[in-house]
């Protein structure tokens, strides 16, 4: 499965953005899809995940109550609604999917960029 992440840009901190990730093919039972980033110099940061059967979500500290993740299953795409932006938000935003019982990535998307300024 080919997966492209999109909705990226610069916005002002406390500002919002809402990524999508989009899947070539059919998303299975049984999938995790999860966000994470990456800021320059820095490792790659979970952001969320959700199953995708069950609906079930996990967060980072960092972001929660500020993120949503949510996905549409007839359409095989993933969403990141980010509200509240910090400037520490600035980074590569990558989704990605794995099984459920493995904590290896199957597959990852290119990146879409996220600028938040002071």
């Known amino acids: 499965v080919q997966l492209v992440e999109s909705g990226g840009g610069s916005v002002q901190a406390g500002g919002s953005l809402r990524l999508s990730c989009a899947a070539s093919g059919r998303i299975l039972p049984g999938n995790v899809l999860s966000w994470y980033r990456q800021a320059p110099g820095k490792e790659r940061e979970f952001v969320a995940s959700?199953?995708?059967?069950?609906?079930?979500?996990e967060y980072g500290l960092s972001v929660q109550g500020r993120f949503t993740i949510s996905k549409n299953n007839d359409k095989n795409m993933m969403f990141l609604e980010m509200n509240s932006l910090k400037p520490e938000g600035t980074a590569t935003y990558y989704c990605?999917?794995?099984?459920?019982?493995?904590?290896?990535?199957?597959?990852w998307g290119p990146g879409t960029q996220v600028t938040v300024s002071t």
């Open positions: 959700i199953a995708w059967s069950s609906g079930h979500t």
């Open positions: 990605g999917r794995r099984l459920v019982y493995v904590t290896d990535y199957a597959d």
